[in-house]
């Protein structure tokens, strides 16, 4: 399949095209490089052996979002492109809002009219709220989002439900990503943190390489294994291999579809961090603190929907996960460049 890898040059798009490489598809990237760096490029090609097309092009240029369509003729899209910060989107919802909304519905609208029937999107597990019980599961619909960035992942959910009910062309598939965390094996690419993190394996990473003096462990007095938060991590490359089986079902079959794509297994902050030390060789320090206000106690995905529509299980566990995540920080302790 020719495939618009929109987000192409950012952390899962980029691992995502290697393996639609390696899978025979050809590749061509929209990014306006927000968050990515045109050095990406590169490094696909350094480990798949193709550079991908690319665009620098920002999806809320409908103009020139549709010069990339008509110059292609796509059989498919995976859209990742989309602010992610979840305290950021409390402070600027506007912004949010028109990237992650206006922006997804330029894409959509030209691939109704360019006829491009096949859509993977990012959607997250933050769209359950807490409004369930673990695991999570597909067919307990969408939970109450608290926060703008959630908010704009149900809204796209919806969206794109509504069209392939409208639209009996249409066929799309909702992949809600539980955390991804980790890199490519070759250290090549990975996740670039911009500014201070937020999220907790590229905090660690900091503190292991030592730019932070210590992680904050945000509550120890859920009731868990260690009271610690429990989340349930995935390899970024078992993710990028799940998109591969995502577009090749969008293509086959019609209509939409949700499917968390996670491990099934929860790990806690603690057991996170002693994960990442075994990589680094070293004690991380840590100190206890009052709880993140939004944090749940634990979340983690029920797999049998990946497994029974797109045969999807993850392969890589936690210890990989953190080796990987260290050879890249290492590897690159100024990002991609
Ligand atoms: P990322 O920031 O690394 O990649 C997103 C890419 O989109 C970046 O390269 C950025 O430059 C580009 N982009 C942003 N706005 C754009 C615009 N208007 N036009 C063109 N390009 C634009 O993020 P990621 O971690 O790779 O996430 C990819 C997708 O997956 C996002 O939609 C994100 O919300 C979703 N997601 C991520 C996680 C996670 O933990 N990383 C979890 C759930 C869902
Ligand atoms: C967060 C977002 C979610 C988003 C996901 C991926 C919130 C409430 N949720 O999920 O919407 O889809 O990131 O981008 O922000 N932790 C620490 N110290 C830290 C950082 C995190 O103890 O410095 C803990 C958290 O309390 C949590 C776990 O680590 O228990 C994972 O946190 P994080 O990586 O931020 O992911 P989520 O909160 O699951």
Not at 29 to 41: G, K, Q, R
Not at 203 to 226: C, E, H, K, M, P
Not at 279 to 293: F, L, N, Q, S, V
Request: aromatic share 10%; hydrophobic share 35%.
């Amino acid at each position: 399949m020719k495939i618009l890898v929109t987000g192409g040059t950012g952390y899962i798009g980029s691992h995502t095209c290697v393996e639609l490489i390696k899978n025979k598809h050809e590749v061509v990237i929209v990014d306006n490089l927000y968050n990515s760096s045109i050095a990406v490029l590169d490094r696909i090609e350094m480990i798949s052996g193709v550079k991908p097309k690319f665009y620098q092009v920002d999806i809320l240029d409908r103009e020139a979002l549709e010069a990339v369509f008509k110059d292609n003729k796509f059989d498919a899209c995976i859209h990742f492109a989309g602010y992610k910060a979840v305290g950021e989107s409390c402070e600027i919802p506007l912004t949010y809002y028109k990237n992650n909304i206006s922006g997804s519905i330029n894409l959509y609208e030209l691939m109704r009219k360019y006829h491009v029937d096949n859509l993977v999107f990012s959607s997250s597990a933050t769209v359950y709220g807490d409004d369930f019980e673990v695991p999570f599961k597909e067919e307990y619909g969408l939970g109450t989002t608290t926060n703008p960035y959630g908010s704009t992942k149900k809204m796209n959910e919806m969206i794109l439900t509504d069209l392939a009910k409208a639209d009996k062309d249409f066929s799309t598939v909702l992949l809600r990503y539980f955390n991804p965390i980790g890199a490519h094996e070759s250290g090549l690419i990975g996740e670039v943190p911009n500014g201070i993190p937020n999220n907790l394996v590229p905090y660690i990473a900091q503190t292991a390489s030592g730019q932070r003096d210590f992680l904050r462990v945000w509550g120890n007095d859920y009731d868990t294994v260690d009271g610690t938060g429990v989340r349930d991590y995935i390899h970024v490359v078992d993710l990028a291999k799940a998109h591969v089986l995502a577009i090749e079902y969008a293509y086959k079959n019609k209509g939409s579809e949700v499917i968390n794509i996670g491990t099934g297994k929860g790990y806690s902050v603690l057991e996170v961090l002693h994960a990442y030390e075994k990589a680094c060789g070293h004690e991380i320090p840590y100190k206890i603190m009052d709880r993140r206000p939004g944090d749940i106690a634990t979340c983690y995905a029920d797999t049998e929907k990946a497994s029974k529509l797109l045969g999807f299980k993850a392969e890589y566990d936690i210890n990989k996960m953190c080796e990987d995540s260290y050879r890249f920080t290492s590897l690159n302790p100024d990002g991609i460049k």
